[in-house]
T-cell receptor, first 112, second 116 residues
Framework: SQTIHQWPATLVQPVGSPLSLECTVE??????LYWYRQAAGRGLQLLFY??????ISSEVPQNLSASRPQDRQFILSSKKLLLSDSGFYLC???????????FGPGTRLTVT | AQKITQTQPGMFVQEKEAVTLDCTYD???????LFWYKQPSSGEMIFLIY??????QNATEGRYSLNFQKARKSANLVISASQLGDSAMYFC?????????????FGKGTMLLVSP
């Protein structure tokens, strides 16, 4: 069976500090990978998606970036966090040419 | 215009009763799909049910069914025999077009509270 992991689970960072959130998927190969952000009390906003190693598409211009150094690893980064980066970050995966996306447990980021 | 509209910020239902959560969508694509996800207080998004635009029958998964009315562009979630564990946020989402990947657009969600 497939499992998706995210860490850390919670993070408190000061404004201007760097960020690195990691997502890994087990039990599948060549998945599509996604990063979403959910602001408090809101729906999900797609940030990045990837259909393969080194292939990243950005949906929303911002100070965040994503990388996929390995087939089942997806990393969300920032060089300098802003207060507006606070939120709940969810990683998801899907089979190639399938529509359902399966989400990880999320990382709750608070920028102070 | 919003692509996914969930007009009910909150819904209350008693245990064992059925409840309908509303979702309307807007798209000009012929091929698209509608999803429902459940988000309990822990935060994880749990996939519940999927309906493709070409599916002729309404999707069902256990106690969940999707009331798909294409002409009205609505995709309401029906939960039969509500349980206390159904208390959560529920999100409707849509994917558009064809391809080797899908990007989803989410609504703002409906908070469902099930009382004993």
């Amino acid at each position: 069976s497939q499992t998706i992991h995210q860490w850390p689970a919670t993070l408190v960072q000061p404004v201007g500090s760097p960020l690195s959130l990691e997502c890994t998927v087990e039990g599948t190969s060549n998945p599509n990978l996604y990063w979403y952000r959910q602001a408090a009390g809101r729906g999900l906003q797609l940030l990045f998606y990837s259909v393969g190693i080194g292939q990243i598409s950005s949906e929303v211009p911002q100070n965040l970036s994503a990388s996929r150094p390995q087939d089942r690893q997806f990393i969300l980064s920032s060089k300098k966090l802003l207060l507006s980066d606070s939120g709940f970050y969810l990683c998801a995966w899907s089979w190639r040419r399938a529509y359902e996306q399966y989400f990880g447990p999320g990382t709750r980021l608070t920028v102070t | 215009a919003q692509k996914i509209t969930q007009t009910q910020p909150g819904m209350f239902v008693q245990e064992k009763e059925a409840v309908t959560l509303d979702c309307t969508y807007d798209t000009s694509d012929q091929s698209y799909g509608l999803f429902w996800y459940k988000q309990p207080s822990s935060g994880e998004m749990i996939f519940l049910i999927y309906q493709g635009s070409y599916d002729e029958q309404n999707a069902t998964e256990g106690r969940y069914s999707l009331n798909f009315q294409k002409a009205r562009k609505s995709a309401n979630l029906v939960i039969s025999a509500s349980q206390l564990g159904d208390s959560a946020m529920y999100f409707c989402a849509m994917r558009e077009g064809l391809g080797g990947y899908s990007t989803l657009t989410f609504g703002k969600g409906t908070m469902l509270l099930v009382s004993p």
